[in-house]
C-alpha cells in the first residue's frame, strides 16, 4: 500500500508532523510506525487485522495505532483520504500540552488498535469537520495553516478519547488479554464451518463463557456470534465467486445448518441474495 501524499504540515524531523494523501489501495500486508487516521470517501472495503477484519462503507472514518499489521479488501472500489501522524519523539510532543503518557501509549501501539465512527455517530459530524479542515488546510497552506493543522488534530484525539475510541493500555494486563484472544481467534478460524458455541470455546481454551464475550467487546469491538458469521460468510462468498456448487451446499460448507438462516445473515451482510451475488461477481471476470 502507498499514499499520494500532499507535502507536510511541518519537517519531517519534526515531533508532531501531519502527512495527508490519498491512500494508493493494493492487497498487501502493512506497517507503519505513524498514527493512521483516514475517512473513505466512496465505496466500500474491508480492513484485515491480524486478529479481526473490519467492514468499512462510504463516510466512515477509521483509526489505525503505530505498527499494526493490516491489509485492505478493497471490494467496493473505496477511495480512502489519509492523515498520517509521526509521533517519533514523545518528549518533544509532550511540551505541545498532551500527556506523555498518552502519546507514549499510542506512538508504541498500547492503546486501541482499531476504532471507526459512522455517520449515525452523535459525534461524527465535529470529527469529519475536523478531518476535512486539517486536509483542506495542508492543501490549501495559508499563512499559518500550521497552527490550524495542529489545533484541528488536538481536537481530533480529543473527540476519541473522550468518546472511549481510543484507549490506553496497562501493557501486563493487555498482553494478557491478546494472548488470550488470539488462542481463541486461532481455535475459531480453525473450525468455523463445524459447530461452535461460546461453550465449546471455553471448554478448548479454558476461559469462561464471560471473559470470551468480554475480549470479544473490549479488543475488537463486536461479537462472538458477529465474528463467526463473518468468516462463514467470507467463506460463502469465496465459493459463491469460484465454484458452481449450489447454494443450498455452500450454506452448509460455510457453517449454516439452515438455508432460511444463510440467505438472511448473507443478505444483510453483503446487501444482495447469494444467487445475485454469484451472478454479479462472474460478471466481473
Known sequence: MSFDFLRSATASSSAFRVVCGEMIIDDLWNVHSEVLIACVREGAMKVEMATSSYRLNKGDIYFISPNQKYKINNFGNAVVEVILLNLSNPNSVTQEYIPQSYIRGISTGNCTQFTKVSPTDTFYRQLLDSFNTVIAAETDKREYFQLLVHGKMYEIFYIFFSNDLIKIFNVETQGKKYR??????????????????????????????????????????????????????????????????????????????????????????????????????????
Open 180 to 285: 488470550a484472544l488470539r488462542r481463541i481467534t486461532e481455535y475459531i478460524n480453525n473450525n468455523f464451518c463445524e459447530n461452535i458455541t461460546l461453550d465449546i470455546i471455553a471448554r478448548k481454551t479454558g476461559l469462561s463463557r464471560y471473559y470470551i464475550s468480554h475480549l470479544f467487546k473490549e479488543l475488537m469491538d463486536t461479537t462472538f456470534v458477529n465474528y463467526l458469521n463473518e468468516l462463514r460468510l467470507n467463506r460463502a462468498a469465496m465459493l459463491l465467486a469460484t465454484t458452481d456448487t449450489p447454494v443450498i451446499e455452500i450454506a452448509g460448507m460455510s457453517g449454516f445448518n439452515n438455508i432460511s438462516n444463510f440467505n438472511r445473515a448473507f443478505k444483510m451482510y453483503y446487501d444482495t441474495t447469494p444467487s445475485k451475488y454469484r451472478k454479479s461477481e462472474r460478471q466481473v471476470f
